[in-house]
């Protein structure tokens, strides 16, 4: 195998690839995007897997330079990588350690420091695996989820250069990078996509760093192409753009690494091979894209910690929406901190040597030992709870009542729970009887969950009411609605008035309202509902506000937990839904009411009330929610009108 000449639109091969910087800079810009929750990047994860190809292929490049050169040395490669990562790493992990310890909650105080210790050991990526669903809201609030690339990285170039060592020409290394490739395609086929535990294996993640490296082995030979130089040009350009466009079509769906996540993977691995056009070489040498690209790595190292706490202070729970101002600061923030990283840390470092680097080796290890020491006193210190001010005692408690009371069920005499084949046999049934003689027909509240706030809610504000609750456990909203009718039409129970109410978000997904699904969906319910109407009293009462807050998002540490944005977002969306369904009941001549409109929901004045917290959880009533609107819903005209 020899060695091939520098194509005429890449720097010698002793120096950088400008085109490989700027794709450096794209990926750790796809990666951002994606963490700061901006539209349009969410297949942007996959620009870790690009960095691996790019890593995979530089350092490759390199290793074979110095073999061919008889330069080729274990401790000169071990100590490149030690004055490349550890300066910026170190730095980073105290400088967010510090931020956490005044911000963060003991529980997950905890939490981060079982990470820092992972990450110290370059063993992040199963923790982390075993912590948390990668793609779940509340990673986004740890501020080390992202090292698990790096202990991936760091877990490969321990044993590569040991296999350099041995296997000291390019033919036996193309075939040991070509076993572990294999292996690790094998391996991630076999991966079970139910988790995100694969996301995280070091051996599925192992080809993307293999296959770089055998780019870089395939690049340095004379090979014979058969495409020519315009055709292996306009390959390349196709690959750039098709890594571009794949970004807002991916998903989480193709995360866990499998054959379609190679698809980013093959395409980098393209545009390493071949030549690239010069309108693609101006683009990724713009030196915008040029410094980014440089400075990549320390942007990356502080991208998460950044994110993650500014999240925290300002909302203090993984369920809250940054507008886009706040994640045009962000964003902004991250790339100007990454910046001054390399600038100030990570490039002055690098060119240590003599007794300097000796000195920055030593602080660097007793640096890591320290903060692994430190971890362990806060795990041993439950996360140091003596850090929460007293005054947050009575707010703690008043949560954790609010939290234990979502699942309550507020059961009194004649105001209980059945099921559909129960209700078919209320003629039949005493208790049934007894309770109708008494209080009269029973108002039947059904539906879901919400259902059940609203059950609760009747049976403390009308407690000399009879009040039935009928909930829909396992199917589908139609099918329920189907089931409910037939029960009323062949038993015709005496009900004074059926109130059905659904959740809004039945039909959003992603803050996107599925239209077409609660088009069908609700066909068949108003279908079934002029059925019942037909018998008795049937009214739909629209959804309630779901402020979406997470009431262990309370922190203390950094003041009242600001959730305005987040239950405006659930409020637009929760009134377009009440909207399509008021529209739609009134087309078909079903009696619809909107609850939203009667409760009036305000969340500076309703969330947080003398009584305690209204919500228990991040969408239903605790029971001085259902007091306090269930009161609304009693005095409200329509609804009284209906009860005489």
Not at 74 to 84: A, K
Not at 215 to 230: F, H, Q, W
Not at 581 to 601: D, N, P
Not at 616 to 628: A, F, L, M, N, P
Request: aromatic share 10%; hydrophobic share 45%.
């Amino acid at each position: 195998m020899s060695r091939l000449p520098a194509t005429a639109n890449s720097a010698p091969v002793s120096g950088h690839i400008r085109e490989i910087d700027g794709m450096r800079a794209i990926a750790v810009l796809a990666v951002l995007l994606f963490h700061a929750d901006v539209r349009g990047f969410s297949g942007g994860y996959f620009g870790v897997d690009v960095f691996f190809v790019i890593s995979g292929f530089v350092i490759t490049r390199k290793t074979l330079q110095e073999l061919e050169a008889g330069q080729f040395s274990l401790f000169e490669f071990y100590r490149r990588r030690v004055r490349r990562i550890l300066p910026a790493v170190i730095v980073v992990l105290f400088a967010t350690t510090i931020f956490v310890h005044q911000w963060l909650m003991p529980v997950d105080y905890k939490k981060y420091a079982e990470t820092l210790k992972s990450v110290l050991i370059l063993n992040s990526n199963r923790q982390i695996a075993r912590e948390t669903n990668y793609f779940s809201p509340e990673t986004a609030f740890l501020p080390l989820s992202h090292l698990w690339s790096l202990a991936i990285e760091e877990q490969f170039y321990l044993v590569f250069p040991i296999a350099v060592y041995f296997m000291n020409t390019k033919r036996r290394l193309f075939i040991f990078l070509s076993a572990i490739s294999v292996l690790s395609v094998i391996s991630m086929t076999l991966s079970s996509a139910e988790t995100s535990a694969p996301y995280f294996s070091t051996l599925n993640r192992v080809v993307q760093l293999a296959l770089g490296g055998l780019c870089a082995i395939i690049a340095s030979d004379k090979l014979r192409y058969e495409l020519r130089i315009n055709q292996k040009k306009v390959l390349t350009t196709l690959a750039f753009i098709g890594l571009l466009l794949l970004m807002p079509f991916y998903s989480s769906a193709q995360a866990v690494p499998s054959l379609m996540s190679l698809i980013p993977v093959g395409l980098t691995c393209i545009f390493l091979l071949f030549p690239r056009m010069n309108a693609v070489v101006a683009v990724l040498s713009w030196k915008p894209i040029q410094i980014i690209g440089r400075a990549s790595f320390s942007i990356y190292l502080v991208h998460q910690p950044i994110l993650a706490l500014s999240k925290t202070v300002i909302y203090g729970t993984p369920y809250s929406i940054p507008t886009a101002t706040e994640k045009s600061i962000m964003v902004s923030g991250c790339l100007l901190l990454g910046i001054v990283s390399w600038r100030v840390i990570e490039e002055p470092m690098r060119r240590l040597r003599g007794k300097s680097e000796i000195v920055l080796v030593i602080a660097l290890l007793a640096s890591a030992v320290s903060l692994y020491v430190y971890a362990n006193r806060v795990i041993n210190q439950e996360g140091y709870p003596s850090r929460i001010p007293a005054s947050a005692a009575e707010t703690f408690r008043r949560r954790d009542i609010a939290m234990a009371s979502a699942e309550v069920k507020v059961l009194r005499d004649c105001a209980y729970e059945t099921s559909l084949v129960d209700l078919s046999g209320s003629k039949d049934n005493t208790e049934f009887q007894r309770c109708t003689n008494t209080y009269g027909p029973p108002i039947l509240v059904t539906g879901d969950s919400h259902a059940e706030d609203l059950f609760n809610a009747l049976s403390i504000n009308l407690p000399e009411r009879f009040v039935l609750g009928v909930y829909r456990h396992s199917d589908s909203h139609s099918e329920f609605a189907d089931e409910l009718s037939k029960t009323i039409i062949t038993s015709k129970p005496n009900i004074k008035v059926i109130f059905f109410t659904l959740e809004a978000s039945t039909w959003i997904d992603n803050d996107v309202i599925q239209i077409n699904q609660l088009k069908i969906d609700t066909k068949v319910i108003l279908d079934s509902a002029i059925l019942i109407q037909k018998h008795e009293k049937f009214v739909w009462l629209g959804p309630q506000i779901e402020p979406r807050i997470d009431l262990y998002g309370f922190n203390p540490l950094v003041g009242i937990v600001r959730e305005l944005n987040t239950v405006q977002m659930s409020e637009q969306l929760s009134s377009q839904v009440d909207r399509i369904l008021k529209r739609l009941a009134k087309k078909s001549a079903v009696a619809y009411l909107s609850k939203m409109q009667i409760v009036k929901f305000d969340y500076r004045k309703d969330f947080d009330v003398p009584e305690g917290f209204t919500y228990g959880d991040r969408t239903h009533w605790s029971t001085v929610g259902e007091k306090v609107f269930g009161k609304r819903i009693i005095d409200d005209p329509q609804i009284q009108e209906l009860l005489k």
